[in-house]
């Protein structure tokens, strides 16, 4: 049996995410109160009671999906649990650096609230939209969004391909609608607007990855990669580090913030070095379907509340029997 941790990223949060685990595990509980020391703010509140829909604000987000993460891993090491390869989507991809050893508790939380504050900025005075087409090729895509981009309405651009027949687009809001209009009308079977705040992922968030850049540098992160216990597979590349000349860890997530996110070439990656065993970490499973329609030999099982881990346990049981 291979196993991969796969991490779920922004637009999985859930009001009362992690409440049922605080309550029940005392080690999940005691991270979580640390994380919430290190962010210098009441995680807990946020994730628990998402107080006037705060939760869903990129500045929180971000910082209480990598808390709920590190709780749930710990939970997972405290099991026995071993993987062979982390990964994560988007914001989930610091958690996979977590879970490798790369960050500590309190560099996760740093740059996850630092790097939500600066997507935040980044997005500000930007009527943004995220829109998910369905059953269109990559190139078809790319196609319809350089010729609505080249009409100045303004810029739209792929920015996740999340699995097999599903691909994100970002931008400014008429040129993405324009966009989802003509992808339609080419043949995709559907367009869904995400619940997301800003043109992830595409060049508008520069001004973020130029602010990781210096905090990255002067934490510096490139050291910290030595710490690696598990290859992390990156958005950027699809790929562990080390597959491009001249990349750092500092690099790559520099041009994770501004570039497409590759989720499905990254299931294929995993399905192709033998995993057959996924665990999702993460409120939902929305990483679990994106799975399903790139990967289909694969077991996903995704980890969200204190059943889910007992399901985990036995499965793990049973495969090794």
């Given at each position: ?11 999985s ?21 640390q994380?919430c ?15 006037d ?6 500045r ?33 991809e ?35 939209l995220m ?16 010729n ?6 303004g ?7 999340n ?19 003509a ?19 595409t060049s508008?968030?520069?001004?973020a ?25 990156f ?9 491009t ?41 929305t ?9 289909k ?25």
């Amino acid at each position: 049996m291979k196993i991969a941790v796969l991490f779920a990223g922004q637009g999985s949060q859930v009001p009362g995410m992690g409440k049922e685990l605080y309550e029940a595990n005392t080690s999940f509980s005691s991270v979580i109160d640390q994380a919430c020391a290190y962010a210098d703010r009441d995680l807990k509140t946020l994730m628990f009671e998402d107080p006037d829909g705060t939760l869903s604000e990129t500045r929180n987000t971000q910082p209480c999906l990598a808390a709920f993460a590190a709780g749930v891993w710990q939970l997972l090491k405290e099991m026995g649990v071993q993987a062979d390869y982390a990964a994560g989507l988007s914001l989930g991809e610091y958690s996979a650096l977590y879970a490798a050893g790369v960050l500590s508790l309190e560099d996760l939380m740093t740059l996850t609230v630092k790097r939500g504050g600066f997507m935040t900025e980044a997005g500000k005075g930007m009527d943004a939209l995220m829109c998910a087409i369905l059953g269109l090729d990559g190139e078809v895509l790319s196609g319809i969004c350089e010729n609505v981009t080249a009409s100045g309405i303004g810029r739209v651009e792929i920015s996740n391909y999340n699995a097999v027949g599903q691909i994100v687009i970002s931008g400014e809001k008429p040129a993405v609608e324009k966009a989802a209009e003509a992808a339609l009308e080419a043949g995709a079977k559907r367009a869904m607007t995400l619940n997301t705040s800003g043109a992830f992922h595409t060049s508008f968030m520069a001004p973020a990855g130029e602010e990781l850049k210096a905090l990255m540098t002067e934490m510096n992160l490139d050291e910290k990669a030595a710490g690696m216990v598990m290859p992390v597979i990156f958005n950027v590349t699809a790929q562990p580090m080390g597959s491009t000349p001249d990349e750092t860890l500092t690099s790559l997530l520099v041009r994770q913030v501004q570039q497409p996110v590759k989720m499905a070439q990254t299931i294929q990656y995993l399905e192709s070095q033998g995993v057959d065993t996924i665990l999702e970490i993460g409120p939902g499973k929305t990483l679990s379907g994106f799975v399903r329609r790139t990967a289909k030999g694969i077991k996903c099982l995704a980890i969200e509340k204190p059943e889910d881990l007992e399901k985990v346990r036995a499965y793990l049981a049973q495969e090794e029997a």
